[in-house]
């Protein structure tokens, strides 16, 4: 089955620092890459997603990168603010239902 | 719309008992989908279900049953508990497959911390 591998685990930023996280995954056969945001003590939240038929999305601060050919896919966040400090979580589905999920990036901005 | 609603918020059970958790949407979602989060991993996925009446397994589905006898609701059933069931666990509905071309993203409920001793 599919198996997504998420790097760093940790990551602290400046406030108006940049952050990327990356993730790999194993199954050509993926085709759709979510990117949640979680708090602690809330529910995971999607916050940008990208399929394999786009190498590149935007929203506002947020993008996200596909490279089909390597396997793997990154999060971008530019002009980083204390609120986007949270876990985030990478994801990749093939053709059925079951989505695998990364470790998560604990990602804490310092004012 | 209330979304995606869990019950219980927070349960305690010795080992070898049983219990059953609740997750309900009201956005007409077909699918539904049992995760659990456990520290320092990500989510893993149970169950899910396609539709009224259909279940499949996902990552993890030993030591778990669900049901979905109507389309607004998917039960997570543990039969005899084991300490390894100790998770926070989440429900997720969306309105199409993730096969599908459509908006598809998923909706989680407010998550279920349970404590097996």
């Not at chain 1, 190498?55 to 986007?84: W, Y």
């Not at chain 2, 927070?10 to 456990?38: I, P």
Request: neutral net charge; contains cysteine.
């Amino acid at each position: 089955g599919e198996n997504v591998e998420q790097h760093p685990s940790t990551l602290s930023v400046q406030e108006g620092d940049s952050a990327v996280i990356k993730c790999t995954y194993s199954d050509s056969a993926s085709n759709y890459f979510p990117w949640y945001k979680q708090e602690l003590g809330k529910r995971p939240q999607l916050i940008i997603d990208i399929r394999s038929n786009v190498g590149e999305k935007k929203d506002q601060r947020i993008a996200v990168t596909l490279n089909k050919t390597a396997k793997h896919f990154s999060l971008h966040i530019t002009e980083t603010q204390p609120e986007d400090s949270a876990v985030y979580f990478c994801a990749a589905s093939i053709l059925t239902d079951d989505m695998r999920f990364g470790a998560g990036t604990r990602l804490t901005v310092k004012p | 719309n209330a979304g995606v609603t869990q019950t219980p918020k927070f349960r305690v059970l010795k080992t070898g008992q049983s219990m059953t958790l609740l997750c309900a949407q009201d956005m007409n979602h077909e699918y539904m989908y049992w995760y659990r989060q456990d520290p320092g991993m990500g989510l893993r996925l149970i169950h899910y279900s396609v539709g009224e009446g259909t279940t499949a397994k996902g990552e993890v589905p030993d030591g778990y049953n669900v049901s979905r006898l109507k389309k607004q609701n998917f039960l997570l059933g543990l039969e005899s508990a084991a300490p390894s069931q100790t998770s926070v666990y989440f429900c997720a509905s969306s309105y199409g497959s993730l096969r599908g071309g459509g908006y598809n993203e998923q909706f989680f409920g407010p998550g279920t911390r349970l404590t097996v001793l």
